[in-house]
C-alpha cells in the first residue's frame, strides 16, 4: 500500500483478522519505522499513523494496478490547517469559473462542412 502526499509510521502489522485489543499491547510507539509504502501480507493487516498536516486530496493504494479494479484504493481528504504553512493558497481573483455554458468564444462546427 502507498500512501501519496505523507510518509507514516509503521505502528504494527500482522496475519490473520486485526484485533484491537490483541494489538494495543504490542504497538511500536517508540521507534517505528517511517515509509510510504508498506507490504502489507496477504489477509493480513497493518496499522500506520501520519500527521494529517498536508492539505488536498491525497490516494492510499495498492501498488498492483490489477487490485484497483478490486477497490483496493482510498482518498485521504486533509483540511486547511489554523496556519498559512498548512493551508492551501486561495485561487488567483482571474482564475476562469467553471461553468455548464459553453465559453463565448467558441464555436460549434455546422453539420453542413461535414456532408
Request: overall charge negative.
Amino acid at each position: 500500500m502507498h500512501l501519496h502526499g505523507f510518509n507514516f509510521h509503521v505502528l504494527a502489522q500482522g496475519f490473520g483478522n486485526y484485533d484491537p485489543n490483541q494489538t494495543a499491547i504490542k504497538l511500536n510507539l517508540v521507534d517505528p519505522q517511517m515509509r510510504n509504502t508498506i507490504a502489507v501480507p496477504t489477509g493480513g493487516w497493518a496499522v500506520i499513523l501520519f500527521v494529517a498536516n498536508n492539505p488536498g486530496a491525497w490516494m492510499f493504494h495498492c501498488h498492483m494496478d490489477a487490485h484497483l479494479a478490486f477497490g483496493i484504493i482510498t482518498v485521504f481528504i486533509v483540511r486547511n490547517g489554523p496556519t498559512t504553512a498548512t493551508s492551501l493558497p486561495s485561487p488567483p481573483p482571474d482564475l476562469p469559473l467553471c461553468s455548464p455554458k459553453p465559453p463565448v468564444n467558441y464555436e460549434h462546427p455546422t453539420t453542413d462542412q461535414y456532408y
